[in-house]
């Protein structure tokens, strides 16, 4: 099992905790953000690999800013993969 954080760029959560198993996503926990959409994020994405999520999530905007939490989900899950 491995963790990797993220300090996401551009949104309202602060930190963005990971917890892979190989390339399959275990657990993913936000620190600000929408309570109610960081923890359904986090619900979808456990138990995906995470090339999936990464293609799914990508690109995803918030309002005007151009991107979003799930977005910055996708850059953290791209630089776990790195760090693999």
């Known amino acids: 099992m ?5 300090v996401p760029r551009g ?3 602060r930190m963005i905790d990971i917890e892979l198993e190989g390339d ?14 960081t923890q359904g994020i986090a619900a979808l994405v456990r138990g995906m690999r995470v090339a999936d999520a990464i293609g799914r999530l990508s690109g995803i905007r ?16 791209k630089e776990a993969l790195e760090q693999n």
């Not at 491995?2 to 993220?6: G, Q, S």
């Not at 399959?24 to 959409?37: A, D, K, Y």
Request: hydrophobic share 30%; aromatic share 10%.
């Open 2 to 6: 491995k963790n990797f954080r993220y």
């Open 24 to 37: 399959v996503i275990q657990s993913v926990r936000f620190q600000g953000g929408c309570s109610g959409n």
């Open 11 to 13: 949104v309202c959560s």
């Open 62 to 77: 918030c309002g005007f800013k151009p991107t979003s939490c799930p977005d910055q989900l996708a850059m953290a899950l």
